[in-house]
């Protein structure tokens, strides 16, 4: 079987969650005989083509941005070949101009969509679009969300009706550096970072909270660092120096040996994403599944789905830097709670959230939509 995923923005241009989601599924759908490629945007496609151990990476020039959805023109061609190429494309919401793709050359073929997250900022055109986006979905063979709190709270999976089937993200283990390949950066981690301090991991954009990371970290003995890069890093680190932290590192985009080091050597992992645009949280699985308790804010979203309120971790209030800081500072003051969160966040990540599963789970999907109506047929749920 052949899947093509659809998304605006991949590895090696960027490094989010959710493009981490896409190379787990492709990695772990790869031993039930399906082989994926990932359609994706780039501002420099080159090379165009990217052969990666979880697949094929076919970019497309992408000839501006609105509000965080890329657009392309002369990428049409393209994706219509790939559609082409593919028994089933599986597409990641939320993405509009993907809609637009599906209308003009995706209907010759089944489809499923993964509903990441609501779009939660752009209130004006999300209005706009809301006709393109239910009948895009309404098209779909299966829906699929990532958590059963995102489809309690989600107003758009709530029209959907019966046939959104819940898939939690997994990660699989071997597919991160092995603890044999992290000497070197073990050294680099404990001489640059230290140890016990608090990591975020991910992209730098409006709603990860880290404005709040920063409000809550004035006067703090320990430190926090900030792995990544992203369109709020500027403002970030101008924020920092307004408020005259040196307990604050920002380390930039780091390789997976170094991160993996990183979470090795912190105290806990700190995710004070603050709206619903954050739907899951796969740095929170990365920390669980090196046995980190976790920190994260209670958003209605799959983040507290990962992390359990003194089980896990500790969820505090969204966009609170008081709530943030006293969970910090409970963590620093108590290694042993805090080793003892980690364990049962290491051991709940292994009950749940392996990669195998989600794999499992996706070729069972991918089989039944082959199986199921003709090509070209419409989803049968109904939105409203």
């Not at 004035?218 to 040196?246: H, S």
Request: glycine share 10%.
């Amino acid at each position: 079987m052949k899947v093509l995923h659809v998304y605006r923005t991949y590895f090696p241009d960027s490094q989010g969650g959710l493009e981490e989601v896409i190379r787990q599924v492709c990695l772990n759908t790869r031993g039930h005989g399906i082989e994926s490629r990932v359609f994706t945007l780039s501002e420099d496609p080159v090379p165009p083509v990217i052969d990666a151990p979880e697949g094929r990476v076919v970019r497309v020039k992408q000839n501006f941005e609105i509000a965080s959805c890329g657009f392309t023109f002369g990428g049409l061609a393209e994706f219509r070949q790939q559609v082409e190429w593919a028994d089933l494309v599986h597409y990641h919401f939320p993405w509009p101009y993907a809609d637009v793709m599906y209308s003009l050359y995706g209907r010759t073929r089944p489809s499923i969509l993964t509903y990441h997250s609501d779009i939660v900022r752009q209130k004006v055109l999300a209005w706009m679009y809301g006709p393109l986006m239910r009948r895009f979905l309404k098209r779909m063979d299966r829906i699929v969300a990532t958590s059963p709190n995102y489809l309690a709270t989600s107003d758009v999976l709530s029209r959907v009706g019966g046939d959104v089937e819940i898939v939690p993200i997994g990660l699989s283990p071997t597919s991160y550096p092995d603890e044999s390949d992290l000497g070197v950066a073990r050294e680099r981690v404990a001489r640059d970072f230290g140890e016990a301090f608090f990591l975020f991991v991910g992209v730098l954009r409006y709603y990860k909270g880290l404005h709040i990371l920063l409000e809550a970290m004035q006067g703090a003995a320990y430190r926090a660092v900030i792995v990544g890069k992203g369109p709020e890093e500027a403002a970030l680190r101008r924020r920092a120096r307004e408020l005259g932290l040196d307990n604050v590192v920002f380390a930039g985009y780091l390789p997976n040996e170094e991160k993996m080091a990183l979470l090795e050597a912190c105290r806990a992992v700190v995710f004070p994403s603050y709206l619903r645009s954050e739907a899951f949280g796969v740095t929170l699985l990365e920390g669980a599944m090196s046995g980190k308790p976790l920190i994260s804010a209670e958003v209605g979203s799959g983040s507290s789905h990962i992390n359990l309120h003194e089980h896990t971790g500790l969820v505090v209030t969204p966009g609170d830097p008081v709530s943030l800081r006293a969970a910090m500072d409970r963590l620093h003051a108590d290694p042993g709670y805090a080793g003892e969160l980690g364990e049962r966040a290491r051991e709940r990540f292994q009950a749940m959230f392996t990669g195998e599963t989600m794999g499992k789970a996706y070729a069972r999907i991918y089989q039944d939509v082959l199986a199921g109506p003709i090509p070209g047929s419409q989803h049968s749920g109904s939105i409203a």
